[in-house]
């Protein structure tokens, strides 16, 4: 399975963006999807994830309000809608897979090329 993210680019504090994550190949029910981001010079930083299945979606508490995961199971994407954007928010964003839901990087086997996100002030 190979991941493509998409949906990035330059836009100013107190916009919405919304990032894509397309999917190759069968996902199992049970997989989890996660997004990530991260600065030059820092650790990747987790965002949120979601089951493949849909039962379980859960974000960064520091997200919670503004953003939002969603998949479409039929089109084998998993969405990451960012609202009310802030320049903090400037980061290469990521999607990866995993089997559990964690909030650790190295949970996940699969990952994305990363999505460029710069939030201007």
């Known amino acids: 399975v190979q991941l493509q993210a998409s949906g990035g680019g330059l836009v100013q504090a107190g916009d919405s963006l919304t990032l894509s994550c397309a999917a190759s190949?069968?996902?199992?029910?049970?997989?989890?999807m996660g997004w990530f981001r991260q600065d030059p010079g820092k650790e990747r930083e987790f965002v949120g994830q979601?089951?493949?299945?849909?039962?379980?979606?859960y974000l960064e508490e520091s997200m919670k309000g503004r953003f939002t995961i969603s998949r479409d199971s039929a089109k084998n994407t998993v969405y990451l809608l960012m609202n009310s954007l802030k320049p903090e928010d400037t980061a290469t964003y990521y999607c990866?897979?995993?089997?559990?839901?964690?909030?650790?990087?190295?949970?996940?086997?699969?990952w994305g090329q990363g999505t460029q996100v710069t939030v201007s002030s």
């Open positions: 990866a897979r995993g089997t559990s839901p964690d909030y650790t990087p190295g949970s996940y086997y699969s």
């Open positions: 190949g069968r996902i199992f029910s049970s997989a989890v």
């Open positions: 979601t089951s493949w299945n849909g039962r379980l979606t």
